[in-house]
């Protein structure tokens, strides 16, 4: 026997190590509690990110202004003068929008079956609305701590996609990164008249 020999001490008496009772085969690789729980939020919170890219971020290309700029020229040059909307509001204020509009006049509008009294809220949802409101997010997306008085580090991802013949957005959203609302609307029917 050799003394490097780990299985003795020297002598051939076994070493006091050796005759202590044998430990459970989980008592070993335990992790603490805390560890557990610590692993089950990781992977709780990878789950839920993983769940909102593919069911709740919608697949939308961000917003810039030339692409911006390229549907309201589309918009000028090709769309209707006339036509009726419906669109599907989301997020801070919720509903469901219906307008019409003739010769470039916004002529009914409704909100969730119901008739705004301010009638000045009717262009609002108006393809030229729709255009103002989404010009007015450029400018929040620059500074929202002061535009919106948002919290300190807040960070806004617009994104938009435009009929690629009349260039009405067909789509938008906003998310909002450290406090704000979040707004998404999307037109689930467009007739020209």
Same mark, same amino acid.
């Given at each position: ?13 076994? +070493? ?48 810039? %202004? ?21 669109? %599907? ?33 009717? +262009? ?14 450029? %400018?929040?997306?620059?500074?929202? %701590?002061h535009e919106m008085q948002a919290p300190a ?41």
């Amino acid at each position: 026997m050799s003394p490097l020999d780990p299985s003795t001490n020297g002598d051939s008496q076994p +070493d006091a190590a050796d005759s202590a009772a044998p430990t459970s085969p989980r008592s070993g690789n335990r992790l603490p509690t805390g560890g557990l729980l610590g692993l089950f939020f990781v992977a709780l919170i990878v789950g839920l990110i993983v769940v909102l890219q593919v069911f709740a971020v919608r697949r939308i290309p961000d917003l810039t %202004e030339p692409l911006l700029r390229a549907a309201e020229k589309r918009w000028q040059e090709n769309g209707p003068a006339s036509y009726d909307l419906d669109l %599907e509001i989301t997020g801070a204020q919720p509903g469901i929008v219906h307008v019409e509009v003739r010769d470039g006049e916004v002529t009914a509008m409704t909100r969730d079956g119901r008739a705004p009294e301010q009638r000045r809220t009717w +262009d609002v949802w108006s393809v030229p609305g729709q255009f103002e409101t989404i010009e007015r997010e450029l %400018e929040l997306a620059e500074d929202p %701590e002061h535009e919106m008085q948002a919290p300190a580090g807040t960070r806004l991802q617009l994104r938009a996609e435009f009929d690629p013949q009349y260039g009405y957005p067909r789509q938008y959203q906003r998310m909002v990164f450290g406090g704000g609302p979040e707004i998404y609307w999307q037109i689930t029917h467009f007739q020209p008249q």
